[in-house]
């Protein structure tokens, strides 16, 4: 499986990106698809995940901002960012692994090589 991430770019705080994630080699209707972030000096942490059956759940963090969505018709899924702040600025990363929600990176099967976002102040 190959996962491609785009979206990424400046924008100023209070602005919107929409981040989409194509995988290719598998369909992944079945799977469980999840976006997360890694600023500079930090680990990878978790801001969203949405399951086969478009359960969702959101990091705190992101809550009431941020959207996961997918669309298994075009194996992709979306992080609709909305409300940036300048603490958002990382390298955003999907994921997908088998079997229900998780927030942990280690459960996590396959990468994408990530998109930059960037949020001035």
């Known amino acids: 499986v190959q996962l491609q991430a785009s979206g990424g770019g400046l924008v100023q705080a209070g602005g919107s990106l929409r981040l989409s994630c194509t995988a290719s080699?598998?369909?992944?209707?079945?799977?469980?698809l999840g976006w997360f972030r890694q600023a500079p000096g930090t680990e990878r942490e978790f801001v969203a995940t949405?399951?086969?059956?478009?359960?969702?759940y959101t990091a705190d963090s992101v809550k009431g901002r941020f959207t996961i969505s997918r669309d298994d018709a075009k194996n992709t899924v979306y992080l609709q960012m909305n409300s940036l702040k300048p603490e958002d600025t990382a390298v955003y990363y999907c994921?997908?692994?088998?079997?229900?929600?998780?927030?942990?990176?280690?459960?996590?099967?396959?990468w994408g090589q990530g998109t930059l976002v960037t949020v001035s102040s």
């Open positions: 949405i399951n086969w059956t478009g359960g969702t």
């Open positions: 994921a997908v692994k088998s079997g229900g929600s998780s927030s942990y990176v280690l459960n996590y099967d396959y």
């Open positions: 080699g598998r369909t992944f209707s079945s799977y469980t």
